[in-house]
C-alpha cells in the first residue's frame, strides 16, 4: 500500500507542510461555509476549526514535557469567536514552529492517553491532520485531495497498534473503502465515506 510517495521515518518532518495545508482550507471556506455539517457527524466547519485550534494551542506545552494538570482548561470552550481564521492562524502560528525544533522536544508528552513518546504524539497530530482536513475540505466544498505523504504515514501509524484507535469516539467506526487508493482506504479506516 505505501511506497509510492516518500514518506521519512519521522513523522514530525510532515507536519509543518501539514500544518501550511489545513491553513490554506481554512482561509479557502466560504463565509456562508462556517457552519455547514462535516464528515465528523457532531461538529460543523467551525466545530472542527476550533477542536484544530483547541489540538494545536496544546502542542507547544506538551511537546516541551507540560502535563495537562500544569496547562489546565485554558484551551477549552470556543476559541474561535467572530474571528475563526485568525483564531486558526494564530494556533497555527505557535505549534508550527515547535514541530521544526525536533532536538529540543521532551522525549515523552502528556495526553489524553498518559504520557506517550513523542513521536507516537507527532503520528497522532499528522493524523488528525490529514484526516481532518479532507473532513474540512468535504464540509466547506473544496478539493478535497489531501497529501498523499501525509495519507501514506498515516495508513502506515494504523497498520500499527495506535493506542489512539483504543479510546472511545476518536473516529467512527471503519466502513468499505470507496476504491483502491490510499486515500479512500485511509478514510475508510478511521469511518468516512470517500
Known amino acids: 500500500m505505501t511506497g509510492a510517495h516518500p514518506v521519512p521515518a519521522d513523522a514530525r518532518v510532515l507536519l509543518p507542510g501539514a500544518i501550511d495545508r489545513f491553513t490554506a482550507r481554512v482561509h479557502a471556506v466560504a463565509p456562508d461555509r462556517w ?115 501525509g495519507v501514506e504515514r498515516a495508513l502506515a501509524y494504523l497498520d500499527g497498534t495506535p493506542v489512539m484507535l483504543s479510546g472511545p469516539g476518536l473516529f467512527a467506526d471503519p466502513v468499505s473503502p470507496r476504491g483502491t487508493e490510499p486515500q479512500d482506504v485511509l478514510l475508510a479506516r478511521v469511518g468516512r465515506r470517500s
Request: proline share 7%.
Open 35 to 149: 457552519d455547514a455539517p462535516t464528515p465528523c457527524s457532531a461538529w460543523s466547519v467551525r466545530d472542527l476549526v476550533n477542536h484544530l485550534c483547541s489540538e494545536h494551542a496544546w502542542a507547544p506545552h506538551e511537546l516541551a514535557g507540560e502535563s495537562m494538570e500544569e496547562v489546565g482548561d485554558r484551551y477549552d470552550g470556543d476559541l474561535l469567536a467572530d474571528d475563526p481564521v485568525g483564531a486558526w492562524d494564530r494556533a497555527a502560528a505557535r505549534s508550527r514552529p515547535r514541530w521544526t525544533a525536533t532536538a529540543e522536544h521532551a522525549p515523552r508528552v502528556h495526553t489524553i492517553f498518559g504520557w506517550i513518546p513523542v513521536e507516537e504524539y507527532a503520528e497522532q497530530m499528522l493524523l488528525d491532520l490529514t484526516v481532518h482536513e479532507w473532513d474540512l475540505a468535504r464540509g466547506a466544498g473544496l478539493d478535497e485531495r489531501v497529501d498523499p505523504a
